[in-house]
């Protein structure tokens, strides 16, 4: 128990240190981000109401306004989800467009996480069992190769070679823009049909990373007395594989999840913009290409928010894979 | 019973016991000799030799850009748009642009970065895990805790946000912004190695003997951590490039310089697969790839060399 | 037929990078149906890699370049694979030097004795979830322990209880051998006793052949029935453990034996052995005790000596072989 309440009181307070850090960025940066995001609103002509403005300035700053004042408006303008009015989306309010955007980006990563993680963690494994052999070579200098591919690379070749020049797959969207979501079987077939390239691209260049760390846990956990011990019984090579090798190797690539998700999520953020996927990456791809500072900051906090979560629910799994975390104090 | 209870540590390997453990290295070898036994050692594991062999190929290329590349990367003489041919091997870009002069140079801007951005992070890292690892309590408590605070704040939106808020873009704040991203992995595993050193009884020992904590730290526990810090290094400097190739893919970089994400970008920006310009996307990227893969094959000699257990047979 | 036949044995340690390292050097050892055998020597003689050789555990880079191994009449040396698996059960099994790490940390005591009771099953054995609790429950009273132990993971034991499960689940195997390394090291004095205790009932109540490994001459004294004396990768004395405390001895041993004395003395005298272990990346000529020995002489220098009787036993020393012939002579000649 008493881990999972240190674990609940960290999330709380790094939740807290994120979200303020988030505060403090446009104000720390030179040039002034609110005066752009004004500006350029103005230039294209859209109407601002007085609390859209009062808005933009508690997320972007407001240089006539004491920080701590600030402060409070910043955490009132998350509260009421008013992140001001975007320069790519001026009809909607921005708490919506990302509200929409978020579930394809979730779906996105989730699936790919679970295949990356699942068939890295295999990999990793097999390498590391049959260290120093054809099968870890192959699958070292395999895995080094493909994960040094930038994922906005691969996915452009992905997307040339099977979408454009052979046909397989949609060349870009979740879905096809004739149509509208909605929750029928077909819409659904063709969304997943749509996610087949971007899962792709993202597991293919996410996977490494599981790999090696599976490989070297298991290279390490292989010297350990218990692995000796278990040989020495008379166990079978798979059962002293899987699950005396293993199971143990794995706990420290959980307890990693957090900094793989990280780069998963910079990898989304390329990949949706390069498939046109309508997620929140493809949005901060926008964002950032059209200067779009409200929108780009409110994305900002979510994406980090997300992780957060992600890493918190993670580390609470983590009491079932680990019997000694379930009894300490 | 044991009235002699030395407590002599089971050696390693039998046999182990006969060489009389010697006081650990008096003076730390001139840094010239040291890097060139680094060197020969990485050069002995496969791995890292193709890796050195690679990177030296990019550093050479880089070196003498002027020299290989047919024509000026800037100059803008050529039709625009071309798929390859004699003159452009891979091609023009929107402006008249020789990609495959673009590429030659780019070696530059792409190596610089990764290894700038990689040794300032590193530096960074390593200076926090040494302060944080060295000194338990409350320093070491807000060290960790702003390190963690780092590690999850995802990276490249992070990055994304400050290049976008620092409105000038220049190489050298792509080199900062990555620097600033990426260095909590590294200050978290040289931490570790730090606080297990630390305890150490060579540590202990010459802290009684009356040796002043900075020179502990720098005589006694730094040499010992060489292979982490050049780890860490090399894994940065990967990050880096990568990093710096996303950021100038989204539009982010320095539309003055030639590296080879602008060539992606302007790739991107030109639609150049759709116009049948495919060794346009795919050159570059294959160059990114190989500096990555270099750097990765490097460490994974560095990693057998202070782990025994993951040396090749 | 002796339980156990190894000749010439010979282990060599290669590392990939560093100096090759005989550290088992022309090895037979003869072992019967029943004894218990304290192999003692100190760091580094050779004595673990020996119990390590005998139950087929070597791993690399350390090697078993030559020898043959008869247990119960097949030869183990050329097993491999699943014969070498099965060969397990009924057959040799290790105890590991510390139990502290010796027990996979996910899983509890019962999946333990599970795994194994599992992996030798023979058809018509119960090993359902009942058949195995109610062995688990068997082999850990055996061992002196709650049947309660079953359902804890390894973290929650202390180090003396751990080490009675590793020993419990090698006695799942219903070995006739086992090999017990340096099963007391990790552990303090009055738990050591407790459980050098255990491995005595239980060899004396089940028969099995036991070989104890320990750098505690007196933990072996002790406790078995026949004492070997390692070094340098030799076996350079093998007595019986009554005649250990007293009579002539290897020099070594007698060194060995000088490093003792009872605290409760008046006055308390410590030995020591001058000198270093040789270096065993060498191979030598003549005796390897040479260089520390007080009776060094020529001939030491220039052969190895083999085991020559000595006393109740033998011991690998050419001046003591040679005393006690002339005693022998003049006791004949008398």
Known sequence: MGYILRKVVLFII??????????????????????????????????????????????????????????????????????????????????????????????LVGTTTVLAFIIGTLLGVYAGWHRAKLADSSVTIGATFFGAFPPFWLGLLLLYWLSFKYGWFPIKGGYDPGTTPNWSLSFVGDALYHS?????????????????????????????????????????????????????????????????????????????????????????????????????????????????????????????????VRSST | MSIIATPVPPPEAPGAAARVPSGHASAVPGPLRFIGRALRTLWSNGKARAGLIILGIIILVAIFAPVLAPHSPAATTFTP???????????????????????????????????????????????????????????????????????????????IVLTAYIQGHSVWTIVLVVAFTSWATGARVIRSQVKTLRAREFVTSAVFSGERLFRVAFREILPNMTSLVAASFFAAATAAVLAEASLEFLGLGDPATVSWGTILYAAQQQNALLTGQWLMVLAPGLAIVLLMVSFTLINFGIDALSNPRLREK | ???????????????????????????????????????????????????????????????????????????????????????????????????????????????????????????????????????????????????????????????????????????SLQPQMIVFDEPTTALDVIVQQAVIGTIKELQRERGFTAILISHDLGIVLESTDRVMVMYAGRIVEDQPARAMARGLHHPYTEALLDCYDDPRAEEVRLGGIPGTPPDLSAPNTGCSYTPRCPLAEDICRQQDPPLFPLEAGRAACHVRARAARVEEEAGRAR
Not at chain 1, 209 to 233: C, H, K, P, Q, S
Not at chain 2, 81 to 86: A, E, H, K, T, V
Not at chain 2, 107 to 136: D, Q
């Open chain 2, 81 to 159: 748009y071309l798929g390859s041919s004699g003159t452009n091997w891979l091609g023009t870009t929107g402006n008249g642009q020789d990609v495959f002069s673009q590429l030659i140079y780019g070696a530059r801007v792409s190596l610089i970065v990764g290894l700038c951005a990689g040794a300032l992070a590193t530096l960074v890292a390593a200076t926090f895990g040494l302060i944080s690892g060295y000194r338990p309590g409350l320093v070491d408590e807000v060290l960790s805790f702003v390190t963690n605070l780092a590690l999850v704040v995802p990276g490249l939106p992070l990055m």
């Open chain 1, 14 to 107: 790094t939740l807290w240190a994120a979200i303020t850090l988030v505060f403090i960025l446009p104000r720390l940066m030179p040039g002034s981000p609110v005066d752009a995001a004004l500006g350029k609103l103005a230039s294209a002509g859209v109407p601002i109401t007085n609390a859209e403005r009062a808005a933009i300035e508690a997320q972007l700053g407001a240089p006539h306004t004491s920080l701590l004042a600030q402060y409070g408006d910043y955490w009132n303008s998350i509260a009421t989800l008013r992140f001001g009015t975007s320069y790519s989306f001026p009809s909607q309010t921005v708490a919506h467009t990302i509200g929409v955007a978020l579930p394809w980006t979730v779906f």
């Open chain 1, 196 to 324: 087949v390239l971007p899962g792709l691209t993202l597991a293919i260049t996410t996977l490494s990373g599981w790999v090696f760390g599976m490989r070297n846990n298991m290279i390490n956990t292989l010297g350990e007395d218990y692995v000796t011990f278990a040989e020495a019984n008379g166990l079978r090579s798979r059962t002293v594989a899987m699950l005396y090798a293993a199971r143990n190797a794995l706990l420290p690539n959980v307890t990693a999840f957090g900094l793989a998700l990280g780069a998963l999520i910079g990898g989304t953020v390329l990949v949706e913009g390069v498939y046109s996927y309508p997620g929140v990456g493809n949005l901060l791809y926008l964002a950032v290409t059209n200067h779009d500072f409200p929108l780009m900051q409110a994305l900002f906090l979510v994406i980090t928010l997300s992780m957060l979560v992600a890493i918190f629910i993670v580390d609470l799994l983590y009491v079932r894979l680990d019997p000694r």
């Open chain 3, 1 to 171: 037929m002796a339980l156990l036949e190894a000749h010439g044995v010979n282990v060599v340690y290669e590392p990939s990078r560093g100096t090759r390292i005989w550290s088992v050097r022309d090895v037979d050892l003869t072992l019967e149906q029943g004894e218990f055998v304290g192999l003692v020597g100190e760091s580094g003689c050779g004595k673990s890699t020996l119990g390590f050789a005998l139950t087929r555990m070597l791993r690399p880079p350390a090697r078993l370049t030559s020898g043959t191994i008869r247990f119960a009449g097949t030869d183990i040396a050329g097993l491999d694979g699943e014969q070498l698996r099965r060969a397990r059960r009924n057959g040799f099994a290790l105890v590991l030097q510390s139990g502290m790490n010796a027990l996979n940390p996910v899983r509890d005591i019962e999946h333990h004795f599970g795994d194994i009771l599992k992996a030798h099953a023979v058809p018509g054995e119960d090993v359902s979830a009942a058949g195995i609790r109610r062995r688990g429950t068997e082999l850990l009273e055996a061992v002196r322990l709650d049947p309660a132990v079953l359902s804890r993971f390894p973290h929650e034991l202390s180090g003396g209880m751990r080490q009675r499960v590793s020993i419990a689940l090698a006695l």
